[in-house]
């Protein structure tokens, strides 16, 4: 039996897998029979091949800082320093990759280690000015979920959130992208159900951010009905937000959204781990296909991870 740790780490990591090897490619490009089958059409697909020369089932930065977040958080540890030193960790020694090598890297997440390796503590090493909106703190925010609805000492999730964002990614587009996206991820824990959610979504926040220019799509009474090629799909943080809602509502199991959303092409791997974590805790960990599963690199200390991270969180069990 799963849990919802197992269901967002597993949904973060396959999916963040599966677009490793087609990363950049046009939509054109994309051969998604191939994506189906985990690249078993592939002949080197067990050594080097892709967009990265990575091995069938190795993960990317997104899974990394994903479990260096739930790590962190596992261990109810209160000083963001920790984390940032886990980041590091990451960059400069391969901390929580697949196979020991750090590949990937984002240059706002780069900038920002790199300023906390040099003497900046967590609170002013990240980067804030508007070009830097990458996706790279919304790809690794799902864990704190767990925080946000079981830990009752936080009475401003909005700071709270911003805080862990703000590591790399301290612009306000990010972090309220981080902010809705987590808002959403809490509705679907509760709801169990993608609509409703995203109606929970609109009743909670669209009156905030309705006359926004960078998050009024997300709440327009079209959105569901809107083609996602219009969504940005190279990084922007507010397309890999669209993308993964989008993606969420139309699709109806966590293989579905996972194909649609690397179909877009470009930011592949990020665009489906953010996706993945929603479709977890949608589907479940049962629903991911074992064929995807079976080679993912690491799944062993994914599951230990999984495990703590539970049980430091007993109530969502």
């Known amino acids: 039996m799963s849990n919802l740790a197992q269901d967002i780490l597993f949904g973060v990591a396959v999916a963040d897998a599966l ?4 990363e950049f490619k046009y939509p054109d490009k994309i051969d998604l029979v191939s994506v189906e089958s985990n690249y078993s059409d ?3 697909r067990l050594t080097s091949f892709g967009s990265w020369h990575k091995p069938v089932g190795t993960f990317s930065d997104d899974s990394s800082l994903t479990f260096c977040t739930a790590e962190y958080l596992a261990n109810k540890e209160s000083n963001l320093d920790d984390l940032m030193e886990r980041f590091n960790d990451w960059m400069k020694q391969g901390y929580w990759t697949a196979d020991g090598d750090t590949f990937d890297i984002g240059r706002t997440t780069l900038f920002a280690i790199e300023n906390y390796a040099y003497g900046s503590d967590w609170k002013s090493c990240g980067m804030r000015n508007e070009r830097d909106n990458g996706n790279g703190s919304l790809m690794r925010i799902a864990p704190l979920v767990f925080p946000l609805l079981y830990d009752n000492t936080i009475t401003d999730k909005y ?6 964002s703000s590591l790399t990614h301290g ?3 990010a972090v309220d992208a981080c902010y809705i996206y987590l808002c959403f991820a809490e509705y679907l824990i509760l709801t169990k159900d993608a609509d409703k959610a995203y109606q929970q979504l609109k009743q909670t926040l669209k009156q905030t951010y309705n006359s926004d220019p960078y998050f ?4 327009s009474d079209d959105f569901t009905q809107l083609d996602p090629s219009l969504f940005n799909n190279r990084g922007f943080v507010v397309g890999s937000l669209e993308i993964a809602l989008h993606t969420l509502l139309r699709t109806s199991d966590y293989k579905q959204a996972i194909l649609e959303v690397i179909a877009l092409g470009k930011d592949t791997d990020t665009n489906a781990a953010i996706t993945g974590a ?6 479940g960990y049962n629903s991911i296909p074992s064929h ?3 080679p993912l690199k690491a799944k062993q200390a994914i599951m230990a991870l999984a495990n703590n991270l539970a049980q430091a969180y007993p109530q969502v069990n």
């Open 19 to 22: 677009g490793v090897p087609v």
């Open 42 to 44: 592939h002949p080197n």
């Open 159 to 164: 700071t709270y959130i911003s805080d862990f």
């Open 171 to 173: 612009h306000k587009i």
């Open 216 to 219: 009024c799509r997300i709440f």
């Open 278 to 283: 929603l479709a977890g805790v949608l589907y």
């Open 292 to 294: 995807w599963l079976a």
